[in-house]
């Protein structure tokens, strides 16, 4: 069974540029998770997706940061602008929400560098 | 809100030697309890996970953890450490229902000595 997918594995960029993260989940899970992790931190989530709707966005800062599941499949997290504050790993997790007792899966996430 | 602290920002153990992990967490429902390890450069891999029933869990490479209702406790432990296991350890609460979501602490790091 193919894990969750996450691109780019690693970027650079510059503040106040824009960036996108982009993670597939695992076939058939119908809840995705955006994580934000902070070096020396653990991950802390950013929004919670189920199919193609917004669960939890509460700790989204919406004011820069946007994602969107458009098809209920894959997602994409976005930054604009960046901040310096904002360099850090992205994890994207999926999880099926009908199956009593199971996990979430995480990514490899997206290493996120602001400089 | 849901809570997880673990105490221990760094532990350092010999090969061979037995380790304990300490998390303790906040919640006002049964909880749900999850400890990740998660390595240099890798996504997190769930060591083990904790639901319901006996409350001492046993996971993947040879780890255990014990759920203590009373000390709000859930301490990960290897009776012997591999030099492969180091890395960092996080423990983690879940919000199940509607929202199926993850509270982390802030994650040990495990060092092993040859």
């Known amino acids: 069974e193919a894990g969750v997918a996450q691109s780019p594995r690693y970027k650079i960029i510059e503040k106040r540029q824009s960036v996108a993260f982009w993670c597939n989940p695992i076939?058939?899970?119908?809840?995705l998770y955006w994580y934000q992790q902070i070096l020396g931190q653990g991950p802390k989530l950013l929004i919670q997706?189920?199919?193609?709707?917004?669960?939890?966005d509460s700790q989204l800062p919406k004011d820069r940061f946007s994602a969107e599941r458009l098809k209920g499949v894959d997602s994409t997290l976005k930054i604009q602008p960046a901040k310096l504050e904002d360099s850090a790993v992205y994890l994207c997790?999926?999880?099926?929400?009908?199956?009593?007792?199971?996990?979430?899966?995480f990514g490899q996430g997206t290493r996120l560098t602001v400089v | 809100a849901q809570s997880v602290t673990q105490p221990d920002i760094h532990i350092t153990v010999s090969e061979g030697a037995s380790l304990e992990l300490r998390c303790n967490y906040s919640?006002?429902?049964?909880?749900?309890l999850f400890w990740y390890v998660q390595s240099p450069g890798q996504g997190l891999q769930l060591l083990l996970k904790?639901?319901?029933?006996?409350?001492l869990v046993q996971g993947i490479k040879g780890f255990e953890a014990e759920f203590k209702r009373s000390q709000s406790s859930f301490n990960l432990r290897k009776p012997s450490v591999h030099w492969s296991d180091a890395a960092e350890y996080f423990c983690?609460?879940?919000?199940?229902?509607?929202?199926?979501?993850?509270?982390f602490g802030s994650g040990t790091q495990l060092t092993v000595l040859p």
């Open positions: 997790a999926s999880s099926t929400p009908t199956a009593p007792n199971t996990e979430a899966f």
């Open positions: 076939s058939g899970h119908a809840t």
């Open positions: 997706f189920q199919n193609n709707g917004v669960v939890d």
């Open positions: 919640y006002g429902a049964t909880p749900y």
């Open positions: 904790y639901f319901s029933g006996d409350t």
């Open positions: 983690a609460v879940g919000a199940f229902g509607s929202a199926r979501q993850l509270t």
